[in-house]
């Protein structure tokens, strides 16, 4: 009796050992959360894009919200918002919301890549510095500027948005403009340019869901001069949903365009699935 007396305070003492450390371990770990919350680590998931932002305090993350700048998580908002637009009306507004903090969402706060290296891309192909450039769908101008810093000068941007084009002709390549001119613009429409005006042309972002399909090409390659490059980038869902792979098919067929390249890659810095599609085509006539 007195064996099995001492077994039973042994294991007892065994049992209020091991809940002793698990609620100290718990403990713990509530204090290491509550101090990287409270140290503003967010990791914030758009698709499987994975970001971590340190934000400085909750103090810092107030006074940056009150100055304008975006969270993490209101640039997945935008995002989501962008590939949600079916009417003029949303476009518009949306961009008109988005122009001032477009560069800092996407380049800080998302890793945005394709501007520069669809930028890299068309520089490969144009040695003439002078050549005359249509940034199509600008936006603000990213890809203008990843082109200024190659060297490129007379770059025209197109966009949809007047918002977006205001914050593009304000951008500059040290003391000159990277635009040369800004031209308000629906790419679902016929294009007030005269043919065979561009030596080349680069766009990046606006191929995408709930943008712009396919039946603009026709007439971008229309303004593109013959032995004229258009680099681009294509999200790899729209490729054949919206009509992109069976009108550059036709496109070539009628001896309007040749593919010169066509690789999948990644959009944002870090990514491991890739996007979609970067492009590079020649007009021939």
Known sequence: ?????????????????????????????????????????????????????????????????????????????????????????DTKQLYTDWATTYDETMLDGLGYATPRKTASLLAEKITDKTARILDVGSGTGLAGKYLAEHGFGNIDALDYSPAMLAVAANRMNGE???????????LNAELSLESNTYDAMICTGTFTHAHVGAQCLSELFRVLKP???????????????????????????????????????IYFDGDEEPEGWYVIWEGLK
């Open 1 to 89: 009796g007195v064996r099995y007396g001492a077994m039973s305070i042994y294991c007892c003492g065994v049992v209020f050992l091991c809940v002793w450390c698990f609620v100290w371990v718990f403990i713990c770990c509530c204090v290491v959360i509550a101090f990287l919350l409270g140290r503003g680590f967010v990791v914030v998931s758009f698709d499987h894009i994975a970001l971590r932002q340190p934000f400085g305090n909750m103090r810092d993350r107030e006074n940056a919200m009150s100055d304008g700048k975006l969270t993490q998580l209101s640039a997945d908002e935008l995002l989501a918002r962008a590939y949600a637009l079916d009417n003029e009306e």
């Open 176 to 186: 000159v403009p990277v635009y040369k001119n800004c031209i308000e613009a629906d």
């Open 227 to 265: 032995d004229g490059f258009f680099a681009c980038t294509i999200q790899k869902d729209v490729w054949v949903e919206a009509g992109f792979k069976e009108t550059v098919s036709s496109l070539a067929e009628q001896g309007v365009l040749r593919t010169l390249g066509m690789v999948m890659g």
